[in-house]
């Protein structure tokens, strides 16, 4: 019974390790299948943020055309990810493949207009919610607004730099 708690801690060591290197084995086959896929005109992603199109695939390396008379030698390691065609021309060349009908327009009168006729004409007139104004009321707390500004800075503390008579 001694011997084996003394072994626990050395299994579970043993154990975590076996998981870790397992789920890393599995990542670098995904990325090594991801890197078989590549195909002359596919669109990549460099380890080091390049984007690219595939012009010749090899066996350990890649030819990427970077731009117009670009053409670049990387090893196929080097490749961080293939992306689909959508993704690429909207990274690279800013197009959007997508043709949604919710696209929003950028005129103010069309974000207000409805296809519905209105309900009533005759409410034009603006909805009144019971605020009133303070120039419109006779109480006495419509005096302190409508005193000058001036009048409200004089009375306020003027702030000194903490000189000797601040002691």
């Given at each position: 019974?001694?011997?084996?708690?003394?072994f626990?801690p050395?299994?579970a060591?043993i154990?975590?390790?076996?998981?870790?290197?397992?789920?890393?084995?599995?990542?670098?086959?995904?990325?090594?299948?991801?890197?078989?896929?590549?195909?002359?005109?596919?669109?990549?992603?460099?380890?080091?943020?390049?984007y690219?199109?595939?012009?010749?695939?090899?066996?350990?390396?890649?030819?990427?055309?970077?731009?117009?008379?670009?053409?670049?030698?990387?090893?196929?390691?080097?490749?961080?990810?293939?992306?689909?065609?959508?993704?690429?021309?909207?990274?690279?060349?800013?197009?959007?493949?997508?043709?949604?009908?919710?696209?929003?327009?950028?005129?103010?009168?069309?974000?207000?207009?409805?296809?519905?006729?209105?309900?009533?004409?005759?409410?034009?007139?603006?909805?009144?919610?019971?605020?009133?104004?303070?120039?419109?009321?006779?109480?006495?707390t419509?005096?302190?607004?409508?005193?000058?500004?001036?009048?409200?800075?004089?009375?306020?503390?003027?702030?000194?730099?903490?000189?000797?008579?601040?002691?």
């Amino acid at each position: 019974m001694n011997n084996l708690v003394t072994f626990l801690p050395f299994i579970a060591i043993i154990g975590v390790m076996f998981l870790m290197t397992r789920s890393a084995k599995k990542k670098q086959q995904q990325a090594a299948e991801m890197r078989n896929q590549m195909q002359p005109g596919s669109g990549v992603r460099t380890i080091g943020g390049m984007y690219a199109t595939v012009k010749e695939v090899n066996e350990d390396t890649v030819l990427l055309d970077a731009g117009p008379g670009v053409e670049l030698l990387f090893a196929k390691n080097a490749i961080g990810a293939v992306l689909t065609d959508d993704e690429y021309n909207r990274i690279v060349h800013g197009i959007e493949h997508d043709l949604k009908s919710d696209v929003v327009p950028d005129d103010a009168p069309s974000l207000t207009e409805t296809d519905e006729p209105a309900a009533d004409a005759s409410d034009d007139k603006p909805l009144d919610l019971g605020k009133k104004d303070a120039a419109e009321e006779p109480s006495d707390t419509a005096a302190p607004a409508a005193r000058d500004d001036k009048t409200a800075e004089d009375e306020a503390p003027k702030k000194t730099d903490g000189g000797p008579e601040a002691k």
